[in-house]
Each structure stands twice: as C-alpha cells, then as structure tokens.
C-alpha cells in the first residue's frame, strides 16, 4: 500500500458504483463495511466519514487490518458494496494479479499499494533488487506474506503538498486537465537545486546527497511510465518522451511528488540495511520541506484543459 494521496486510478476490474452519476443520497454510509480499490488490488475497508462536496460524495475509509496511516478520502467510483459477489470479484482480481498463495498459512499476499496515482508496478524493473517479503501480523490478525514492520519506511508528506497531491488529482481525473509539457524548472533542475541549497546550507558539497539525489532520479525515470502516471496522462507521455529522452528532463514537481507517495512501498523491497533506510528518510522528508518551501516556484496553480478535452488521452478508468 502507498501514500494517503488521491490514487483513483484502478485495475481492469468491474465495480457496482463506478459510474454512478452524482446523487444527494450517499451510496454508502458511515461504519458501513465496504470493498475499495487501492491502486489495482481491492481491500477490506470501513466508512469513517462521508460528505457531500462539490455535488459529489466523498468517503473517508479505514483498510481493514492496515495502520491508520493509510486512512483516506476517496470517491464513491473507488468502493463497492461488500456483498459475496463483489467478494468474488475481490479474489479473482487477486487471481489475476498473481497474488502468492505458497505461504505456509496457505492464505493470499497482499502488498497495499497507494497511489497516487497508476500501482501496476514494472516487476522487471522495480523489483530486480526485491528481497524477499517477511510475514507479519495485521491488526485483524491475519498473516500476510509483507514486508516487516522494521523495514517499513514512512515519508511523512507536508501538509501543502497534501493539498498539492489532492489538486493535482482533481485537475486531471475531474477536470481534464494535464500538466504542459515540457515543465520548468524539470525533475533534474529541482535536483540540482536543491544539491545547491545543502552545499551551500551544510558548507560542503555531500557526495551522501549526491548519491541519493541520483536515486531519486533513476526511481522517477523508471515509475513514470508504470505507476506515477494517471490513464488520462498516457497519450501525453507517448507524445513527449520520445528518442530515449528521460523522463526526468521533461516532466516537473508534479510528478516528482507522486514519486515520493510510492517509494515507502518501492524501497523496502531493495535491498538495504535498516540504518540506511532511516537515514534515507530523514533525506526524503528534508527534501520535501524543501520542495514545500518552493512550492510557489516549482509547482503549476493551473492545468492546461486542451489536451483531454477530445478525449484522446482519456483511459477507461479514471
């Protein structure tokens, strides 16, 4: 599972709300027991809250089992009503997802994803380092083939980037608009820039920082194009990221920060000691005051509506 963040986007899989039409009557209501996406697995959850906002319902839920860190608000397209059949959709999903059923427990692995953003992370790519998943206990007991709760790495997101996140998704998922391409300052000049602003505030240049700050970007320029990503952003990255060009050298603050809601469920599986992780922490989060700082300089306060709006670059799932 991975960030609080507004992940909309979804599996191939059916619901039974996905395309109702706004309603002054809730689909779903609180302490209701429900089923919810979360990236392209569905998961166990509870209504905490619902409101109405902007003549749309909007659910605030509890994954069953899960720490409350992952508690969220989401839209109705997102739960489905917790019935037998949609349990059965729940487990041929996880059927088709190659969920690990050798566990000795014999019960179904689930790694949450959060999203963010597109969860259909490159196995190839982003897992050639994986080590391999410990059990540990959920809070409802269950055994589940996850990471331990040691290796867990929390990036707490700042509370302007939160909104940040929550209207970026609203842009494009509600409004279809996209971010213009390419962006300025990009993923790279916000890197060099804040390598510049250590130097010069720590009085040396870091080769630490340096490393980490080259991982950043080779993270970004592998997850772009599998899981940071929304459906109505597709055509835009196969029209932009042509010849080999990377990613990072095109795309903005925007997608960087999507990058930072999925890498506590990416960088577990690398292989690195504890302590190192830690320390990573402490660099990510201090990166993120940073980019908070510039948050007025590195991020866009509107979308461009003229790319979606003949529906070329829309997906199927928003």
């Not at 619901?15 to 697995?41: K, Q």
């Not at 409802?140 to 909104?163: C, H, M, N, R, Y």
């Not at 700050?213 to 993270?219: M, N, P, Q, S, V």
């Not at 908070?292 to 003229?306: C, E, I, P, R, V």
């Amino acid at each position: 599972m991975g960030s609080s963040s507004k992940d909309d986007t979804t599996s191939d899989g059916d619901t039974s709300s996905r395309d109702s039409p706004p309603s002054n009557s809730s689909i779903f209501s609180e302490s209701e027991r429900v089923l919810a996406y979360h990236g392209p697995r569905i998961y166990e959850a509870k209504v905490q809250k619902a409101e109405l906002r902007k003549k749309e319902w909007r659910y605030y839920v509890h994954y069953l089992g899960w720490s409350k860190n992952w508690d969220e608000w989401v839209g109705a397209e997102r739960l489905m009503k917790h019935t037998e059949e949609n349990v059965m959709k729940q487990k041929a999903l996880e059927k088709k997802l190659g969920v690990d059923k050798s566990s000795k427990s014999g019960r179904s692995a689930q790694t949450k994803q959060k999203s963010s953003t597109d969860a259909k992370v490159d196995k190839e790519d982003l897992k050639s380092n994986a080590a391999k998943g410990k059990k540990r206990k959920s809070d409802s007991g269950v055994e589940k083939d996850t990471l331990s709760a040691e290796k867990f790495v929390k990036i707490q997101i700042p509370a302007t980037l939160k909104k940040q996140l929550v209207d970026d998704w609203e842009f494009i998922n509600q409004q279809d608009k996209l971010v213009k391409l390419p962006r300025s300052p990009t993923v790279d000049e916000i890197l060099s820039k804040y390598l510049q602003y250590r130097s010069k505030k720590d009085g040396m240049m870091s080769d630490s920082i340096g490393e980490i700050l080259k991982g950043i970007r080779c993270y970004f320029d592998k997850a772009l194009p599998v899981t940071l990503l929304y459906k109505k952003e597709r055509q835009q990255y196969l029209d932009v990221v042509l010849d080999n060009i990377s990613p990072s050298t095109i795309y903005g603050a925007e997608h960087l920060l999507r990058l930072f809601v999925k890498l506590p469920e990416l960088l577990p599986y690398v292989n690195i000691e504890e302590e190192t992780l830690t320390r990573l922490q402490q660099k990510f989060i201090d990166f993120l005051k940073f980019l908070q700082k510039n948050h007025s300089t590195f991020f866009l306060s509107a979308y461009d509506g003229s790319k979606v709006s003949d529906g070329k670059a829309k997906g199927k799932d928003d």
